[in-house]
């Protein structure tokens, strides 16, 4: 049974265009039936203003069935609003309640230039699907659906990606602006299915082609607004190459002679490159051996603009090394844990890289133990020949974690007393 809401107030972005002033408009909307989507709220206000002869609010849509993506707002505060799972045409004014103010914007992210109102421009996402996030299929008669048989596990994954309609909610919503998961939504469900497999490395190519175009027009325009030399630009990744979703790291020599991959604690997984360019204080093509982690950014970024670091944090400051000068900092050593694929922890020291797989199903698993120096790939486990590093390192390992509010960041070091006779840590 249908209900009326009533007095929802909206609050409602208004822009004449990219580059006009935009502000909030106040509008009353004094009934709606509960029944009404969303949109067809907008649909009656704008009724409403075009016989008051003001101009309508314009906003962006087309199927209304949630499967075109272009009914993109960000409804008090979030992309395509409360309703989880569902595009802004999918929601209903059941979904508020009688008094309610709701604030309308558009897409907020630098990549998504407002043209009025509430519609902006996604043309930044039509670039990536145009570099690659296609196939090129004859047309002609239907085929035979039946023609390619596809593993049903196989199927599924690429359906769960298909199911991307390309809104660009996932850029809103992000903190950087980024469209990581429309790019991967984009190339993994084509590279999982035989059809996609003709040009799956043509696709990956030109993807990559484009974000190297994109990071040299924002290298242009740092310059052309000449902030150049106020302006520190990191380049890196968060993990090695992945082999997921239909993704080949042998096609690029992804992680080169290092072994292993992205949830992989050898090298392949997670050492990474870093680029750093800041014209005035880095010297061009200059190349460093610290040894350094993501969790150093924190202190860097931090020192950088003149605030404090928590004195919580494992980070150090890499500034003296992008500055080329004396001082650095090492670290003590570096540790990794990772909680899925029965745990997995590592610790780097020096030339030492410890490692040891199974830890929440055996927290005794043997650690293996490798010379970096003289064996990047971690070929070769030399836990035999070292001992008393081994048991360093061990020690390292079970002192170097903090417990997590989370249970299942909190797996066991060590054995339980009386289950194989060891020592439980705490
Ligand atoms: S991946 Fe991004 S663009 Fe695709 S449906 Fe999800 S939020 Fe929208
Ligand atoms: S209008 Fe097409 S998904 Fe909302």
Redesign the pocket.
Known sequence: MSHTLTNITLKIWRQDGPDGQGRFETHQIPQISDEASFLEMLDILNERLIEEGREAIVFD???????????SLMIDGQAHGPQQGA????LHMRTFSSGDEIVIEPWRATAFPIIKDLMVSRAPLDRIVESGGFITAPTGGAPDANLIPIPKPVSDAAMDNAAC?G?GACVAACPNGAASLFTSAKLTHLNLLPQGQAERYKRAEAMVEVMDDDVGELVAKVKELGIANNTLIMFTSDNGPHQEGGHDPAYFNSNGSQRGFKRDLYEGGIHVPMIAAWPGHIAAGTQTDHLSAFWDVLPTVAELVGQPVPDTIDGVSFVPTLLGKKGQEEHKYLYWEFHEKKGRVALRQGQWKAVRYNVAADPDSPLELFDLSADPGETVNVADQHPEVVTKMNAQIKSARTASELPKFNFPLVRKRGSHGGVRKK
């Open positions: 849509h087309d199927c209304r069935e949630g499967i075109c993506g272009t009914c595009a802004t045409c999918q309609i809104c």
